[in-house]
């Protein structure tokens, strides 16, 4: 735990010693770490993206890193200025000896480098350099590389070795080339997680304040800010001023044992304009909102004029129950109604010819028990079909009676030739 943070007291005819130059590079160093941590969250900047091309126009397609920045868990800066071929080299360094697929990772590098000029080497010193050269470091492995967790007021390492923290690039394909010779062949398509940029650590973004307007006109507008490509909250996102939401004044009554919850909610205060479409989701399919709407009211089919054959029935009084249209029990705006009702009407029925009558009356004078004129239609209740969302099924039934000359079934008629009905279906959403 650093207790301190120190920097070099100058004075007059003071005596430096090289600890003390190096003391003032390590207080720059840390601050400036810290406020990377502080600011930053760990990940990539710009560029270190794993390509399968030419490194160069004119050379042979080959697997690379392209140049780029990112900053380390320690807050180092990890920075290459030219494309790195991952060769046979790279593989071997990386002790990969068997094809398969490889994560890609860049690590902070450091190495001592220029050495002092002629005449200015002491003698009894090793590591004579004068230089630290910083770049990024190219690790292929299939371990897991597992950082631990860095606080503000830790200690900052700076030897990579010490402590490392390789951040991910994504991975690469390690195969047989044409000279059976292990070479990173292909590039993987990336996978969530595989490359996580930086982050800003800020509680509030503030735009800056610019006059937009006339010289004339004193005014001063706020710059929005903008994000240029998704932007996504991974809790809840409040637009204006927070505000609860009573879970027993929601209707319909949410299913949700958390609502609202901690995550995925969006509360606005005010006015909610909104240029485009919006959708829901409705079973397997995205609805706008005239669609939802019409999710929302009750669908009414009515068909008149739906005419029965009477002719065939050969039980006295003549009755039949036949299944009702498939078309007719069919849904055309509602995708998932919950339930349907019908509800029929006899509209009109067509007799017999006027002799064929005249004989039915005639027949009925001398009736037999039980032989009262009926005449009557019926609907069963509506059940949804099997395999859908939108078809159901039902019968109707009708009777309509007595036959004409009980006493002689042989010569018996049906007064009338065929029923009209109308019939009415309201689906439920």
Known sequence: ??????????????????????????????????LNLALHLTGLIDGLELVNGPIEPGLPDQVYVTPGMAID?????????????????????????????????VNYRRELGTPPEAGYRVCNLKDQYTRWLETGRILLSNDT??????????????DPDAAPWPIKLGSVKVALDGTGRLAATDVNAPKPGDRNYVGIRAQRLVAPVASLAAA?????????????????ASKNL?????FQIDKTKVRPAPTDPAFPGDAGNLRVEKNLFLKGELYKSQGDQWL???????????????VNGVKIDTTAASADPPNNTIPLDSTLLTSSVLTNPSSASVFVAL?????????????????????????????GVSVSALAKKAGTNNVFEGSLSWSIGPKS???NPADAKIIATSLTVNVIVVFSP
């Open 405 to 407: 000359n009980p006493a």
């Open 1 to 34: 735990m650093v207790s301190t943070i120190e920097r070099v007291n100058y004075y007059e005819q003071q005596y430096l010693r090289s600890f003390d130059f190096t003391a003032e590079q390590t207080y720059h160093l840390e601050m400036r770490r810290r």
């Open 288 to 302: 706008g909102l005239s669609e939802l709407f019409q999710q929302m009211i009750p669908e009414i089919k009515v």
């Open 238 to 242: 409040i637009i204006g001023t927070d």
């Open 73 to 105: 868990g320690y807050g180092r800066e990890i920075v290459r200025f030219s494309s790195f071929a991952i060769d046979e080299d790279v593989l071997a360094d990386n002790k990969i000896s068997t094809p398969g697929d490889y994560a890609v990772y």
């Open 145 to 158: 590389q597992l950082q631990p967790t860095v606080a503000l007021t830790d200690a900052l390492p700076d």
């Open 347 to 375: 509209a009109a029925f067509d007799l017999q010819a006027k002799t064929a009558l005249n004989k039915w009356w005639t027949d009925l004078k001398n009736p037999t028990a039980g032989a009262a004129i009926t005449v």
């Open 216 to 232: 004339a006109d004193k005014q001063e507008k706020t710059l929005p800010i903008w994000s240029e490509s998704d932007f996504r």
